[in-house]
Every structure is written in C-alpha cells, then in structure tokens.
C-alpha cells in the first residue's frame, strides 16, 4: 500500500487511495512506534473524495486540517489545479478548496451553536461543525490539563457519541488561543473542525479573518455567508509504502 504522509499545523496524516480499512489497520498504520504514526487515516479518490478515521479505527464525519490535506493531495496528483477552486466530496457533502502554495484555504461548512451545559468546574457551549464539539473559554490554555479534562468531558453522558473538546483564551476579537482534545485521538497540536468551532463560540462568525494560535502552529478561519472557512498551511512530510497489506486490502 502506497502512502504519503501528511501535516497541516502538526495536525498529521496517513494518506493513501483505494482502500476499505477496519479499525484494526487504522490503528496499526497510525501507531507511533510500531507504524507509520499520524493523528488519522484519510482515503482519497479522484473525484476527489475525502474519507477519514481518527487514530484509534472510528469513522469521523468532518476534519478541517485533513481536508486541507487532501486538497494538497489533489493538486499535486494533478486531479486539480493551484490556484483554482475546486470541490471534495465528504460524508458530510462537497467542501470548495483553493491551494496556493503550501497555503490551503477550504469550506467547512456551516456551524450550528447549541446550549450551554456545566461539566465540573467550567460551562461548555456545544457547537456543531458536521462533527460535535465542546468549547469552553479559559484564561490561559497552557495550565490547562487537557489530557485529563478533554477525556472526562467527551465521555459525559450529554454526548453519547463523544466530542472534540476545545479550550479556548480570547486575546482580542480576531485572535484567539486554543488547544484540543480530540476524539478518537486524545490532544493534537491542532484540529482544524475545533478552529472554526472555537472562533464561532469566542468571537462570532466574522466576516474578517480571525487569527487561531494552536500548539502545531496560526492558522486563520472567516465567514462568507455563514459558511465557515478554514485557511493555513499543509505540507507532504515523506512517501512510503505500507509493506503487510495491498491496495485491494
């Protein structure tokens, strides 16, 4: 199996075409030390479509960094064009992307704010991206545990399906800090789905682009008419091939 590795915002990726994986080879491809390592699988198609499963086998319906990824992906097949937009099919319907360079700018969707809910110490407003999310603002999201937080939050009976959890400081209204947990994954340096949930809970849906400081790196996400936009940087790390399937696998 024939691969490319991934990374937008040191939010990484396994990427490799024409495969119907079981949560078993996800996890096996995406363990740190005993296969290629990434944060999920994303399988492409020439249409080009978009699947992915968070590292740990589960199915994902939307992944903001992963869709920049494979729009790269796209146009370095030569299935599109730089600088040009373009369409990728998701589960959750077709997303517009643009590459320009290694700067990647691609439609989320819309965002859907739900209620607020208390959990412990701190209240969380529920926030939709075509996947859940949990968004809480903090101080300062450095002294905050969340390896320990993140887990106890996405198992609370108000989310039977889990949830990303986001933790989120505002600076001013067009710069913002975050870090995730994610589901499926446990904390990343950047979930590309919490940017755009976080910047809608923190500072509303802006038409002007708010700047999103996560571990991995800045990225920014803006509104046109109530779609929301997703725009940083991915890049391919290095190719390989998987020795212990093939591609009909």
Not at 49 to 69: E, F, I, P, V
Not at 159 to 166: A, D, H
Not at 181 to 200: H, K
Request: charged letters at 25%; one cysteine or more.
């Amino acid at each position: 199996m024939k691969f490319t590795k991934m990374e937008a915002l040191g939010n990484d990726f396994v990427v490799t075409e024409g495969i119907d994986p079981d949560p078993d080879l996800v996890q096996r491809l995406c363990d740190r030390r005993r296969g290629i390592g990434a944060d999920g699988l994303l399988v492409v198609d020439d249409f080009p479509t978009m699947r992915y499963w968070n590292a740990d086998g589960s199915a994902a319906q939307m992944c903001g960094n992963g869709l920049r990824c494979v729009a790269l992906y796209a146009v370095m097949r030569g299935w599109e064009k730089e600088k040009e937009w373009f369409s990728i099919v998701t589960p959750v319907g077709e997303r517009r992307a643009l590459v320009d360079g290694d700067t990647i700018t691609v439609e989320v969707g819309k965002v859907t704010i739900g209620g607020m809910l208390r959990i412990g110490d701190r209240v969380f407003h529920e926030a939709s991206v075509g996947n859940p999310h949990a968004v809480t603002l903090v101080d300062d999201p450095s002294r905050v545990a969340v390896e320990e937080e993140g887990p106890l939050v996405a198992s609370d009976p108000a989310f039977p399906e889990g949830t990303n959890v986001e933790f989120v400081a505002v600076e001013n209204e067009r710069r913002i800090r975050m870090r995730v947990w994610e589901r499926g994954v446990g904390e990343t340096l950047a979930c590309g789905s919490g940017m755009v949930a976080a910047t809608a809970v923190a500072v509303g849906q802006r038409t002007e682009p708010v700047t999103v400081v996560v571990p991995g790196g800045v990225g920014q996400v803006f509104f046109d008419q109530g779609d929301a936009f997703l725009v940083g940087p991915a890049v391919a790390v290095f190719w390989g091939e998987w020795p212990q399937i093939s591609a009909a696998s």
